[in-house]
Nanobody, 123 residues
Framework: QVRLVESGGGSVQAGGSLRLSCAVSGFPFGSYCMGWFRQAPGKEREGVATVDVEGSVVYADSVQGRFTISQDSAKNTLYLQMNNLKPEDTAIYYC?????????????????WGRGTQVTVSP
């Protein structure tokens, strides 16, 4: 069975940093698009950062320059380093694995979701 398990969320003050981890099992790690998405209350789930099979990464404009997505193939783990966090980054962050090798826009291509980890940034 495919399992994506996020960890590393928590509460920080604005300007702080967090590193999210996604442990992947039952899935061919590195063979499909993977990424991080987030959802705040009352808002649609949005893409934060994705990485495709060629190693190409795409960031949301709102996080570019502050967040970095990376992966450790030996550990089957996806990471999201979040620096200079802002209150508007507050959301549940989800790890996701796609049906596609490259990363389309939106969430329709996502085949598997983690359960999410809460990130709260106070002013």
């Amino acid at each position: 069975q495919v399992r994506l398990v996020e960890s590393g969320g928590g509460s920080v003050q604005a300007g702080g940093s967090l590193r999210l981890s996604c442990a992947v099992s039952g899935f061919p790690f590195g063979s499909y698009c993977m990424g991080w998405f987030r959802q705040a209350p009352g808002k649609e789930r949005e893409g934060v950062a994705t990485v495709d099979v060629e190693g190409s990464v795409v960031y949301a404009d709102s996080v570019q320059g502050r967040f970095t997505i990376s992966q450790d193939s030996a550990k089957n783990t996806l990471y999201l380093q979040m620096n200079n966090l802002k209150p508007e980054d507050t959301a549940i962050y989800y790890c996701a694995a796609s049906w596609e090798r490259l990363c389309p826009r939106g969430t329709a291509h996502i085949g598997f979701w983690g359960r999410g980890t809460q990130v709260t940034v106070s002013p």
